[in-house]
């Protein structure tokens, strides 16, 4: 979808070039099947706590991207208090990683599509989780989060409310707000 | 909850010590408040899809942990497709990141809580998306992930179907399947 465009008829608004914004914007208008994308990970446990995903390709606007050039390695771990060697965040707190990241940048996307500039955005998010159902230890709480809450400080013209309504926009929110279908399935190695 | 162990006495399984984790069990059970957990991420804009989360203290067991000597920073972009300059995963495989480390340890904590030994445990995310949500150019699909596959090999003697039950233990795995409210503030700077 990227394509070559003259510096001078270039429109970039919060660091986003609305130009090919709107160019995406129209090329789905034409063409639906061009917004499906998938994205992919793969992860290998190392010992303990302590594992590692693999992300590199994925699919989008009809095509392949990314398998041969693109490779980012992130691990996980849990800390000592969770019998873990504490070498990176732990599952759930990726989890408020993703969330605060895909609210950031909607904000960052939208506002820059409507040509609202934005000067900063800062949040902080807490999650409360009761580890009894982990431990077997009760049926009354459940596995993951109870609650979240995310607060965000933005440096804008636009009101708080034009920012909310931005933010909900954000992929990350619906699945943690909604829930998506998982299918799981596990093969012997 | 850590204790000091007599090695002689301690057992670890899948690199777990599980002499510690019957005592965090045992300590729940006395005194269920120590279960309560709450994780926490801080998160700024830095330019375009680009952004960075610092990690880094917890409450848990009772007490604040590692606000002082643990410090975590992960950073999100978007690919170049995605009009972002592809510096790092962007958050929705994040999610995928974290959904697959929490499926993974949780495999690895409650094997070793029943004394199964795991000997490897890879697996394979994939979610599909449609962008026209976030695009405003459709009411008729959502804004997420519609649906996640995960695909686990996993080497051990025990059977897919004990292995497949321990991963339903999973925190994120409960998020993402059956969500979690987010209360979303947003402050004007």
Redesign the interface.
Known sequence: ??EQTNIADTVVT????VT??EE??QA??DQ?DL???????????D?????L?T?KG?Y??GEE??AED?T?V?D?D??????GE?R???????????????????I??KAAARGIT?????????????????????NE????????????????DA???E??EM???????????????????????
Chains 1, 2 share one sequence.
């Open positions: 979808m990227k919060n660091g986003i070039n090919e914004y995406i914007v789905v208008k639906p917004a499906k994308f998938q994205f992919r990970a793969r992860n290998r446990w010992m303990g706590g302590y594992n995903t992300i994925f989008g606007a991207h990314g693109r980012f992130v996980a849990e800390p000592h208090i969770l019998l504490d990176a965040p732990n599952p759930v707190e990726y989890l408020l990683h993703a969330l605060t990241a895909c609210l950031t940048s909607t960052i996307y934005i000067d900063s955005v800062e949040s902080t998010l807490e999650g409360d989780l009761d580890a009894r159902a982990f431990l077997e230890l009760s709480e459940r596995k993951g989060y109870q609650s979240i809450r995310a607060t965000f400080t933005v440096r804008s009101s708080a409310e920012i909310k933010a909900e926009f954000s992929p990350v929110l619906d699945v943690v707000n909604y829930g998506t279908p998982v299918s799981l399935r596990i093969e012997k190695g």
